[in-house]
């Protein structure tokens, strides 16, 4: 069965610093893999989606992300964060053959000035 | 641009009220998805379909009951609301090949 952990619930980093955050899937064929951002009371975005080819996947607002079959993980990444980058981050998985969408537990992140 | 429209932003029911949320897609998207989202939870889908009058239960489709009588219209029904169903109730809509998918903005309904 699908599934998406993301093993972090709440992560804080300084303003300008790097970001790493994490998702592991489970998933028996090669998956659809996604990441979101909601910020307060807003809907959800898309930041980046892998559906195949080169590993590394940018996304808007500076966003990457990188597919590792290896290790079934899809952590998302930022080399200098932003204080508007607050906000919870989702990272989900879909099945190729139904297109089904599974979501992990999200990841909020808070920014320190 | 899809639009995924769900009727209401804001709901509040009585306990063991019938309770219909809907939603319409416009883009002739296969698939369309409930879920619902509670804090520390994310979303976990209720129930999805993949086509007119074709319904698969996901993770938490107990207590909730769906209804897609046209591809542009996916119904979630709660027989009898109980408090436990007071959350953000979230549609998506996408292709059946899962290229894209397009949320509604949400209904946060209230069961009191």
């Known amino acids: 069965a699908q599934s998406v952990t993301q093993p972090d619930i709440h992560i804080t980093v300084s303003e300008g610093a790097s970001l790493e955050l994490r998702c592991n899937y489970s998933y028996g064929a090669t998956p659809y893999l996604f990441w979101y951002v909601q910020s307060p009371g807003q809907g959800l975005q898309l930041l980046l989606k892998y559906f195949s080819g080169d590993t590394l996947v940018q996304g808007i607002k500076g966003f990457e992300a990188e597919f590792k079959r290896s290790q079934s993980s899809f952590n998302l990444r930022k080399p200098s964060v932003h204080w508007s980058d607050a906000a919870e981050y989702f990272c989900?998985?879909?099945?190729?053959?139904?297109?089904?969408?599974?979501f992990g537990q999200g990841t909020t992140l808070q920014v320190k000035p | 641009d899809v639009k995924v429209t769900q009727s209401s932003r804001y709901l509040v029911k009585r306990t063991g009220e019938k309770v219909f949320l809907e939603c319409v897609q416009d883009m002739d998207h296969e698939n369309m998805f409930w879920y619902r989202q509670d804090p520390g939870l994310g979303l976990r889908l209720i129930y999805f379909s993949y086509d007119v009058k074709m319904k698969e239960k996901g993770d938490i489709p107990e207590g909730y009951s769906v209804s897609r009588e046209k591809k542009e219209r996916f119904s979630l029904i709660l027989e009898s609301a109980s408090t436990n169903q007071t959350s953000m109730y979230l549609c998506?809509?996408?292709?059946?090949?899962?290229?894209?998918?397009?949320f509604g903005s949400g209904t946060r309904l209230t069961v009191v």
């Open positions: 989900a998985v879909a099945s190729s053959n139904t297109g089904k969408l599974i």
């Open positions: 998506a809509s996408s292709l059946v090949s899962g290229g894209g998918y397009t």
